[in-house]
């Protein structure tokens, strides 16, 4: 299909129904408003709203209905295939809904949902109180809760999605409704895992925690040499799992400059980042043995602010360098699993890429798999692959560098995805299934209540009955 034009009448009637800006290609900030997190990803959308409330989401989501226009949603832009833009249609931008307002005595925030996880933690730290969000602050808190939402307070309070309380959105037919356990129930179940695919979510209410204002962390770099009987040794830990640590270990050269030099950094290490959520000396105690694995080349272990935590990585992610990552839920971590790790991270073509183990289970595995749409309460672990390189030349390689890599840890794993990290999936909807199991045509069904023509085709689409695919995924590569 030929894509919709909209000409200059049109954009100009339909900018003064909305408060927010809307953005044309030929105006000034164009390009700086198509662009997202992913420098990989180049898209020109035929128009630009910037909304201001739900009611401009309201206006737009009509408008693009009435004009035919393919439609993009953008929290905070930070998905890696770049399904917050498309080419040719309307990018309904919330970047500048970040209204957060927090009621201490309930212990809740609502959240609008272009809000990033700094928003958020400034906000609920001013009351010692957290909701688990993700590991770097300035990720959209919209994308990353309809996905799940893995950060550091994972196996102490669980998912970001299973702290929702209620989801304000604007159905594909313009309609505004509230989703919780009282209201839309399945739309709720749906919301929580199911990605995009049911409207525009405006504003979302979350359950808070006591947290911080200090926590107990560690972040220890090791040589790699030694990975294999230190993660082995890390298993026997995480097995025994202290209630409320979370922790991740990610593998690669990690060449920081402020961190190492001489011989160091180059070198292959390997660093295990960790939280407690819970009193700072309990902390200390339940992390000390994640610093001893063997002699680290460095230890930036300690206690510090939530806040800064939640930051740590924030530099290592800059908004416009090239990114290709994808996730695969792992049965274990066997020897093999460790071995194969230690090979994948030493093969990485950039010195910036990683080969990531997130620690699953506590308050994650204690949810039943049947209360919300999430898959991937069943697993251990779960291994990232993130290529992370500067120039354009080089994207042949690190691409095919995470598809050889997540072809052969495929046989430590069921093939289940983590919707969040892959960007887009290359099995389409076959991967969907092998990811949602028995939870796909669930989904199906609510796709067909809320979006039977697949308006909101640009995510981890779940194909409603009797449409079939569309670009789906606006990326530049599978
Ligand atoms: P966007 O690119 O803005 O949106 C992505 C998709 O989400 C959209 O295409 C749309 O389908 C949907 N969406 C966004 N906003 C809305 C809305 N208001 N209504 C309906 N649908 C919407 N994930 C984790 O779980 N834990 C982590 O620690 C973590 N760390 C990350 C660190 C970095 C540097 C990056 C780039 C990603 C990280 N992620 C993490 C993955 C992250 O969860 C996803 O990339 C997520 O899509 C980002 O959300 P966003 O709002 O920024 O994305």
Redesign the pocket.
């Known amino acids: 299909m030929a894509p919709a034009t909209i000409d200059t009448n049109q954009a100009t009637a339909f900018g003064a129904t909305v408060r927010g800006t809307v953005i044309r290609p030929g105006d000034t900030n164009y390009d700086e408003a198509r662009a ?2 992913n420098g990989m990803i180049d898209k020109r959308p035929a128009l630009i709203v910037r909304c201001r409330g739900a009611a401009d989401v309201i206006a737009a989501v009509n408008f693009a209905r009435e004009h035919d226009l393919p439609v ?9 295939a770049g ?2 833009v498309c080419d040719d249609g309307l990018v309904i931008d ?1 970047s500048e809904m970040r209204g957060v307002r927090v009621a201490p005595h309930e212990r809740t925030a609502w959240v609008q ?1 272009g809000a990033t996880w700094a928003d958020v933690d400034h906000e609920t730290q001013a009351f010692g109180l957290a909701t688990p969000g ?3 602050s300035d ?6 809760t ?6 550091h307070l994972r196996c102490a309070y669980g998912l970001t999605c299973d702290n929702l309380r209620s989801v304000e ?1 604007v159905t594909a037919d313009g309609e505004y409704l509230t989703a919780s356990e009282d209201e839309h129930e399945e739309l709720f179940w749906g919301l929580r895992g199911g ?2 695919n049911f ?3 405006t504003a979302f209410e979350f359950d808070l925690h006591p947290v911080g204002p200090d926590v107990a962390t560690c972040l220890v770099f090791y040589p790699s040499d030694r990975l294999t009987e230190c993660l082995q040794a890390y298993r026997a830990y995480v097995k025994s799992a202290p209630k409320g640590v979370s922790t991740l270990v990610f593998a690669g050269e990690l060449p920081d400059e402020a961190l190492f030099e001489g011989n160091d950094i180059h070198r292959q290490k390997f660093a295990v980042m960790g939280c407690y959520a819970g009193h700072v000396n309990d902390g200390e105690r339940k992390l000390s043995p994640l610093r001893t694995l063997t002699k680290p080349i460095a230890d930036l272990s300690g206690v510090r602010p939530y806040t800064e935590f939640q930051q740590f990585l924030d530099e290592d ?1 800059p908004d416009g360098m090239r990114y290709y990552w994808k996730s695969l839920y792992l049965d274990g971590l066997s020897a093999s699993v460790i071995d194969r790790i230690a090979y994948w991270a030493e093969a990485a073509p950039s010195p910036l890429s990683t080969v990531d183990i997130w620690q699953l289970g506590g308050a994650i595995e204690r949810v039943d798999a049947e209360e919300s749409a999430f898959a991937g309460r069943h697993a251990p672990f779960l291994l990232g692959v993130e290529a992370n390189w500067e120039r354009a030349e080089n994207d042949e390689a690190n691409v095919e560098w995470v598809q050889d890599c997540l072809n052969d840890m495929r046989q430590f794993s069921d093939g289940s995805v983590y919707l ?2 892959p960007g887009f999936l290359e099995g389409g909807e076959e991967t969907m299934r092998a990811t949602f199991g028995p939870s796909y045509e669930r989904l199906v069904v609510l796709k067909d209540e809320y979006d039977p023509s697949n308006f909101f085709s ?2 981890q689409n779940v194909v409603p009955s009797g449409t079939t695919r569309t670009d789906g995924g606006a990326t530049a590569r599978e």
């Open positions: 997202v997190w993009a949603v953008r929290g905070g832009g930070h998905n890696v399904t917050a919330l949902a993700g590991v770097v990720t959209g808190v919209a994308g990353l309809l996905g799940g939402g893995i950060g959105l990605g995009g409207g525009v979510v992610y969040n990290f640009r995510n």
